[in-house]
């Protein structure tokens, strides 16, 4: 018999192929203390070979969730119908996960049972302003107070994957 996961990655998608293709290992990266994760890639109909992909990634505890919905609410409640973890964790297709993301959170939520957590997004234009994906080192914060409503799991940071706008920046 099969663990729940303790999280559910959910990453709404649409037409992010190419994005897609530096996030997932990112994602597929992670540890918690459980070792259980899944990551659910919710696609709204893409057509530019995002299933491809998310095939060709081949980690054990991705799932494809194709045609998803219309609109990117529809995308995101496919998602969480899907999520068989019991935390959920929202990660846009062009955000690059910290290695210790999942770790941060667990250990946020272990803290503070009752808050959400959430990440700080950093923005790069393309990968080599940070050196490596998972290099967010220099990016490190402290944790937020989690009595305000939201803790910011420390050392949690996502970073947005290279597009094709150029005008993002740190």
């Known amino acids: 018999r099969a663990m729940t996961p303790a999280f559910s990655i959910i990453v709404p998608t649409l037409n992010r192929a ?7 290992p990112t994602l597929g990266a992670q540890s918690c203390q459980g070792g ?9 109909g893409s ?3 995002t299933a491809d992909v998310v095939a ?17 609410s529809a995308v ?8 068989q973890g019991r935390f959920v964790l ?3 297709a062009d955000i690059l996960a910290d290695p210790r993301l999942l770790a941060a959170h667990e250990a946020v939520h272990a803290r503070h049972a009752r808050s959400a957590v959430v990440g700080r997004e950093i923005q790069i ?10 290099d ?27 597009s094709r706008r150029r005008d993002r920046r740190c």
């Open 136 to 162: 967010c080192s220099r990016y490190a914060h402290p944790a937020k107070n989690a009595r305000q409503g939201a803790a910011v799991a420390g050392r949690g940071d996502r970073q947005r994957a290279p």
């Open 47 to 49: 057509t530019d070979g």
């Open 90 to 92: 929202f990660n846009d």
């Open 76 to 83: 995101r409640n496919a998602g969480i119908r899907a999520a």
């Open 36 to 44: 259980r994760f899944e990551i659910l890639v919710c696609d709204g």
């Open 125 to 134: 234009a393309v990968l080599d302003e940070i050196g490596r994906p998972d």
């Open 56 to 72: 060709a990634a081949r980690l054990p505890n991705l799932r494809l969730i194709a045609n998803a919905g219309s609109s990117r």
């Open 18 to 24: 190419e994005t897609l293709r530096h996030v997932l």
